[in-house]
């Protein structure tokens, strides 16, 4: 590592090569938490290099324990987190919304770093026994249409690096990895980011990728579209800005959107929305993000169906069902 730290001090970058093996080094305990930290904490003041980010994707690939799920058209919804918005569990709430429009949804996700509540601590409040058994995950989608998986189960090589990240308490690459290592390899990806820089590192990344995918950034900062404002939509077509009329919606205030101080009101915000029961602005950004997650999908749907599509799951009490069936079965 000291190596490779003094390189980095120096203001280089990494190759390819360089970036894969130091995090496979890293995922086998060679380095120490000083290390560790001294390392994440180059990429957070300063930004990763495409190469640098393609080696660390791959390295972790390479190491998580996979799971076939290709006989199912599966989409995966993931944001990097890391804006700092602290907005409600977004993603987590539309794979629902589209898992009960009777699409099939494979969600990435862990605890959160720099938010009081990821999707992990979300499903996990509410009693969902994680796993990466693959009868059970197959069964799940099968039978309800979603699984989730939680990311240190399919990633056990990140276990060293866990502690640190919690330490450090901020937004390190390992955000921008999450969404682009999902173990089951879905066909089809919503895929949210902090910046506009992330966005066109993604859009290089997922271009070499067989699948269908979207990479959405709001303009005013958000990993996810917010109807706060504008969003840029990175896609396998081309890539567009929307503003909130285009998505059929009306702006929202970003204090509307916002998703508690406690992982307590983080789980009422979820279940109220589930319930038709939150304030018209969460339910309509839910909406917006189910509604594109099912066109990504189903790209012959125009986004009109899409959206309709998606108000149907929620409002007819899809969505809900869907949620209550995982936990169950997951018991």
Same mark, same amino acid.
């Given at each position: 590592?000291?190596?490779?730290?003094?390189?980095?001090?120096?203001?280089?970058?990494?190759?390819?090569?360089?970036?894969?093996?130091?995090?496979?080094?890293?995922?086998?305990g060679?380095?120490?938490?000083?290390?560790?930290?001294?390392?994440?904490?180059?990429?957070?003041?300063?930004?990763?290099?495409?190469?640098?980010?393609?080696?660390?994707?791959?390295?972790?690939?390479?190491?998580?324990?996979?799971?076939?799920?290709?006989?199912?058209?599966?989409?995966d919804?993931c944001?990097?987190?890391?804006?700092?918005?602290?907005?409600?569990?977004?993603?987590?709430?539309?794979?629902?919304v589209?898992?009960?429009?009777?699409?099939?949804?494979?969600?990435?996700?862990?605890?959160?770093?720099?938010?009081?509540?990821?999707?992990?601590?979300?499903?996990?409040?509410?009693?969902?026994?994680?796993?990466?058994?693959?009868?059970?995950?197959?069964?799940?989608?099968?039978?309800?249409?979603?699984?989730?998986?939680?990311?240190?189960?399919?990633?056990?090589?990140?276990?060293?690096?866990?502690?640190?990240?919690?330490?450090?308490?901020?937004?390190?690459?390992?955000?921008?990895?999450?969404?682009?290592?999902?173990p089951?390899?879905?066909?089809n #990806? %919503?895929? /949210?980011?902090? $910046?506009? +820089?992330? *966005?066109? @590192?993604?859009?290089?990344?997922?271009?070499?990728?067989?699948? &269908?995918?979207?990479?959405?950034?709001?303009?005013?900062?958000?990993?996810?579209?917010?109807?706060?404002?504008?969003?840029?939509?990175?896609?396998?077509?081309?890539?567009?800005?929307?503003?909130?009329?285009?998505?059929?919606?009306?702006?929202?205030?970003?204090? #509307? %959107?916002? /998703?508690?101080? $406690?992982? +307590?009101? *983080?789980? @009422?915000?979820?279940?109220?929305?589930?319930?038709?029961?939150? &304030?018209?602005?969460?339910?309509?950004?839910?909406?917006?993000?189910?509604?594109?997650?099912?066109?990504?999908?189903?790209?012959?749907?125009?986004?009109?169906?899409?959206?309709?599509?998606?108000?149907?799951?929620?409002?007819?009490?899809?969505?809900?069902?869907?949620?209550?069936?995982?936990?169950?079965?997951?018991?």
């Open positions: 590592m000291k190596s490779i730290l003094n390189t980095l001090f120096e203001h280089q970058t990494l190759s390819y090569d360089q970036a894969k093996n130091v995090l496979a080094n890293m995922a086998k060679d380095y120490n938490e000083s290390e560790m930290a001294a390392f994440l904490t180059v990429f957070i003041m300063r930004g990763i290099t495409t190469q640098e980010l393609k080696g660390f994707r791959d390295a972790l690939l390479e190491l998580c324990i996979k799971i076939d799920l290709s006989e199912f058209n599966t989409i919804l944001g990097t987190g890391g804006d700092g918005k602290n907005t409600f569990n977004i993603s987590t709430l539309s794979s629902f589209v898992a009960g429009a009777g699409y099939k949804v494979t969600k990435h996700g862990n605890y959160g770093v720099s938010s009081v509540s990821g999707s992990s601590n979300m499903l996990e409040y509410f009693g969902y026994n994680f796993t990466n058994k693959h009868d059970i995950i197959k069964k799940q989608i099968d039978e309800v249409g979603i699984s989730f998986l939680h990311a240190p189960l399919f990633h056990p090589a990140m276990k060293n690096v866990g502690p640190v990240r919690r330490n450090l308490k901020v937004k390190t690459f390992f955000n921008m990895l999450g969404p682009m290592v999902n089951s390899f879905p066909q #990806q %919503i895929v /949210g980011v902090f $910046s506009l +820089e992330v *966005a066109r @590192q993604y859009s290089y990344l997922y271009q070499d990728l067989d699948k &269908n995918f979207m990479i959405i950034h709001a303009l005013d900062g958000y990993d996810e579209v917010s109807l706060t404002g504008n969003t840029k939509i990175i896609s396998n077509t081309g890539e567009k800005i929307y503003s909130p009329n285009d998505l059929g919606f009306k702006k929202v205030q970003a204090t #509307q %959107i916002e /998703g508690g101080n $406690s992982i +307590e009101e *983080a789980a @009422q915000i979820f279940m109220n929305v589930l319930e038709n029961k939150a &304030n018209e602005e969460s339910g309509n950004v839910v909406l917006a993000n189910s509604a594109l997650a099912i066109q990504c999908i189903d790209s012959s749907l125009s986004y009109e169906n899409a959206l309709e599509k998606a108000q149907n799951s929620l409002k007819d009490g899809n969505a809900l069902n869907t949620f209550r069936k995982l936990i169950n079965l997951s018991k």
